[in-house]
């Protein structure tokens, strides 16, 4: 019984990083590879040519990569979507 407590306190908890979380995370990644191994999967892709925009949710927003030529070459962050 004490299990299946456990088990639906943490299944009610977010597990989505802050966007200070996510920016700690990927600080020092050089490439797509780097980042991808940091953060994972982003949450979006958008691409033009060689120029990529990775985002990542956050709990308080989120956080957008922006890759030219494979390299990571600028982050920014956007305010929460919730009004």
Known sequence: MAA???ILALAGCDS???KAEILKKGEGAKTKADLEKALGKPT???KVGPIEKWTYKASDGSVT???VADQVTLDMT?????K
């Open 4 to 6: 299946g407590v456990a």
């Open 16 to 18: 989505t990083p802050s």
């Open 44 to 46: 979006g892709v958008d």
């Open 65 to 67: 990569y922006i890759i």
């Open 78 to 82: 956007g305010g929460s979507e919730k």
